[in-house]
Structures are given as structure tokens and as C-alpha cells.
């Protein structure tokens, strides 16, 4: 397994603003995802981080509202860029490590609430 | 595409009632199956798991059989515990997909002591 943590917990921002969550990983890991969950909705998933290279991106989402960074192989961050109320959400980091095929472990997640 | 489909909640229960919440799949490839469940205020924790057809994957007292000629992976408790309240995924990973999961809707699970 892995032990996953992110920052900040929650925030609430004004609309027009950015906010950058950090994801940390206790090992290296193969994959990273980050992926969005509404308010009583299910997970989405935003985009696969890659390391040393530019994020690969699910349809719907954009590098220029999402940017994604990834420098090392523990380590991930997103960017929630011009926010709207629309983007209040969970954001939720998740990894693969490459010990169990397909098998992901889930950060605890962002509220974010934009107001 | 691939898709998920599962029981929509929420779902209230007496304590030591037995718990069934159906999903079935869409795939074109041979998928994992997965629950995952989120306890109030946490983050997304793995239930349990199967990744061919016929395999039953259990965890804390559920179970969930891999069924692939009906497509679904419904899970099952004997006897649940108010501590068992939560929101369930039931999930899918297609081997072509380069590892990405679809998760169903979820199904909102209250027990009442």
C-alpha cells in the first residue's frame, strides 16, 4: 500500500483566484492521477500526472484550467486555476504503485468551496 | 464506452440486516472489478477487489462475486453494523485503459442501531 497526504484539507477561495493542492507519496510510485468529485456526485477523473513530462489529460479538462505539475516520482501537484463556483469540489489524488496491477490508493482529498 | 452502473441510494438499514447493492459493468476488454467505500469525512478506501471472472473478493464481512455472464459484481453483507455507514463505489479498470478506473455513482448506506 501506499500512504498518501495532501494540502491544504480545505480551503474556500474567491472566485478569479487559483489554488495549487499538493499530493505526497511515503514511496515512489508509478502512476498518480488526480481526479475531481462533485457534490453528491462520483469521482471523475481530471488527468494522469506523468513524471518528467505533460500531464495526460481526460476529456473536458484543459492543462490551461488544470496545470499539473510532477517532478519526481512521489510527488504531484494541481492547480485550480481562475476558479468559479462551479469548481467546488473534492479533488482527490490517488497512485498506482505498481505493486498490484490497476489496483490505485486514494489520498483523503481537497474540499475546496469557491465562493 | 466503459461504463459502471450501480443501486442508486441512499439505502437505510437496521443494524444485523443483510445488505445487497447491485452494480453491473460495460467493458470491452476483461476488467478488474473493485468496491470502494468512503466513511464520512475520509478519503476513498479499496473494499475489495476481483480481476477475473468467478472470483469472489471479501473484505470486513462483504463479498462481491465476479460475474461475467451477467456483467455484475454486486456486493453483499450478512450482517451490517452502523459503523458500516458510508458511500460505496463500485469501480472498474479495463487493462486497456492504461490503468484509469471508471467509479459508478455511488450508493449512500445509513444503519440505524
Known amino acids: 500500500s501506499a500512504v498518501i497526504s495532501q494540502k491544504p484539507s480545505r480551503d474556500i477561495c474567491q472566485r478569479g483566484t487559483s489554488l495549487t493542492i499538493q499530493c505526497q507519496v511515503d514511496s515512489q510510485v508509478t502512476m498518480m492521477f488526480w481526479y475531481r468529485q462533485q457534490p453528491g456526485q462520483s469521482l471523475t477523473l481530471i488527468a494522469t500526472?506523468?513524471?518528467?513530462?505533460?500531464?495526460?489529460?481526460e476529456s473536458g479538462f484543459v492543462i490551461d484550467k488544470f496545470p499539473i505539475s510532477r517532478p519526481n516520482l512521489t510527488f504531484s501537484t494541481l492547480t485550480v486555476s481562475n476558479m468559479s463556483p462551479e469548481d467546488s469540489s473534492i479533488y482527490l489524488c490517488s497512485v498506482e504503485t505498481g505493486m498490484v496491477f490497476n489496483e490505485q490508493f486514494f489520498g483523503p482529498g481537497t474540499r475546496l468551496t469557491v465562493l | 464506452g466503459d461504463s459502471v452502473t450501480q443501486m442508486e441510494g441512499p439505502v437505510t438499514l437496521s443494524e444485523e440486516a443483510f445488505l445487497t447493492i447491485n452494480c453491473t459493468y460495460t467493458?470491452?476488454?476483461?476488467?478488474?472489478l473493485f468496491w470502494y467505500v468512503q466513511y464520512p469525512g475520509e478519503g476513498l478506501q479499496l473494499l475489495l477487489k476481483a480481476t477475473k471472472a468467478d472470483d469472489k473478493g471479501s473484505n470486513k464481512g462483504f463479498e462481491a462475486t465476479y460475474r461475467k455472464e451477467t456483467t455484475s459484481f454486486h456486493l453483499e453483507k450478512g450482517s451490517v453494523q452502523v459503523s458500516d455507514s458510508a458511500v460505496y463505489f463500485c469501480a472498474l479498470s479495463d487493462r486497456s485503459s492504461a490503468s484509469k478506473i471508471i467509479f459508478g455513482s455511488g450508493t449512500r448506506l445509513s444503519i440505524r442501531p
Open positions: 500526472a506523468n513524471q518528467g513530462s505533460e500531464a495526460t489529460y
Open positions: 467493458a470491452t476488454g476483461y476488467p478488474s
